[in-house]
């Protein structure tokens, strides 16, 4: 399976500040895969990223907070704008499995928003 | 939208107790992923389903794709304190790289020496 490499591996920002994370691929793949996971909780999806064209955003996530690049087939980042107490999360990148069977993910980045 | 049903959010058992932890959903998935998170980490592909009926092993772990499509169990035999974690189930309503996930809420489990 693919191996991801996901940094910063945490970091702690001030409120209103913007924070870019980067999730780099050892192999090419279509889409890439944005989850967010809150303290004590599952696994939310942000948004797909497909290179080449705009990410697809889900319900309750915005562009504007959640700016996404995907250069090319294997890096992508993710930006969490104007940041609040609330982003604190477990962000995490992932991709899909060559066989098709689930995602492989990244070791997420640890936020702390204060 | 799909969610998935995990329950309790805790289960505590001893070192070399097997365990059985469900899945259930209102709608119909056609694959089931059970995933496991240590902390600090991201989650890592225990089992993957593809069938409705399908039973699967990976070592001391086996689960199963429910008839229904509705629902899954994974089994931990004869735990060992590395089985501690959260246990997540996840399914696609499409089988394939570029399908998206649904995440259960997790299943964290403690192993008592």
């Known amino acids: 399976s693919a191996v991801i490499s996901q940094k910063p591996s945490r970091d702690i920002c001030q409120r209103g500040t913007s924070l870019t994370i980067q999730c780099q691929v050892d192999?090419?793949?279509?889409?890439m895969f944005w989850y967010r996971q809150q303290p004590g909780q599952s696994l939310t999806l942000i948004a797909t990223?497909?290179?080449?064209?705009?990410?697809?955003?889900e319900s309750g996530f915005v562009i504007d907070k959640f700016p996404i690049s995907r250069p090319n087939l294997t890096f992508s980042t993710l930006t969490v704008s104007n940041m609040s107490p609330e982003d604190s999360s477990i962000y995490l990148c992932?991709?899909?499995?060559?066989?098709?069977?689930?995602?492989?993910f990244g070791s997420g980045t640890r936020l702390t928003v204060v | 939208g799909q969610q998935l049903n995990q329950s309790p959010q805790s289960m505590f058992i001893q070192e070399g107790e097997d365990v059985s932890m469900n899945c259930t959903s209102s709608?119909?998935?056609?694959?089931w992923l059970w995933y496991k998170q240590d902390p600090g980490e991201g989650p890592v592909l225990l089992i993957a389903?593809?069938?409705?009926?399908e039973l699967t092993s990976n070592g001391r772990l086996t689960a199963q794709f429910g008839i229904t499509r509705k629902d899954s169990f994974l089994n931990i035999s004869a735990s060992i304190p590395s089985d501690v974690g959260i246990y997540f189930c996840?399914?696609?309503?499409?089988?394939?790289?570029?399908?998206?996930?649904?995440f259960g809420k997790g299943i964290t489990l403690s192993v008592r020496p």
């Open positions: 992932s991709v899909g499995t060559p066989n098709g069977g689930g995602y492989t």
């Open positions: 192999s090419q793949v279509t889409m």
């Open positions: 990223a497909n290179q080449g064209s705009e990410a697809t955003y």
């Open positions: 709608s119909i998935f056609n694959t």
């Open positions: 389903l593809y069938k409705a009926g």
């Open positions: 996840a399914g696609q309503l499409i089988a394939g790289a570029n399908s998206k996930l649904t």
